[in-house]
């Protein structure tokens, strides 16, 4: 759901009943990324394949992990396979999230973060038995489209 502005940012939200609204310049940053959620988010594999839940860890000396959200998509054998991971505080998180695919070994995945435009080559036996290593800023997340190499 998305109220009438928040795609431009806008932070003033005149009654429904009044036909006009003041003037504020668009973020543009955010309608960037605005642009790249709703085209992330319009992927089949959300749509029609299974969710779920996804546990997160970390070390002793720092527990942030517990900021860290993830869920992921997968497609029926061997269709696409998509992963959110979410740092919902205002301090950096770091931590492992542990995926729920058995069949990562024997090769290399790419992580395509769909709202960085930036792509992350894994090692599949390294990610089935230690999970992935996320380190996120404040208030940031990734949206990873997952592919064998």
């Known amino acids: 759901m998305l109220y009438e502005g928040q795609l431009e940012w806008r932070r003033l939200r005149p009654p429904v009943f009044v036909a006009r609204r003041a003037k504020e310049a668009p973020d543009l ?3 960037e990324f605005y642009a790249c959620l ?3 988010i319009q992927r089949s594999e959300l749509r029609r394949s299974a969710w779920r839940r996804l546990e ?3 070390w002793p000396d720092n527990q942030s992990h517990t900021q860290l959200l993830a869920w992921s998509w997968d497609a029926a054998a061997g269709g696409q396979r998509t992963l959110v991971v979410v740092n919902y505080a205002d301090r950096p ?3 492992i999230v542990s995926l729920p695919w058995s069949d990562l070994d024997g090769g290399a995945w790419l992580f395509r973060d769909l709202l960085a435009s930036i792509d992350y080559r894994r090692e599949g036996a390294a990610l089935e038995t230690d999970g992935l290593y996320v380190d ?3 208030w940031v997340a990734h949206l990873f489209a997952l592919s064998p190499v």
């Open 136 to 138: 996120l800023p404040g």
């Open 56 to 58: 997160t860890s970390g």
């Open 38 to 40: 709703l085209t992330g």
């Open 93 to 95: 998180a770091q931590g």
């Open 29 to 31: 940053p955010l309608l």
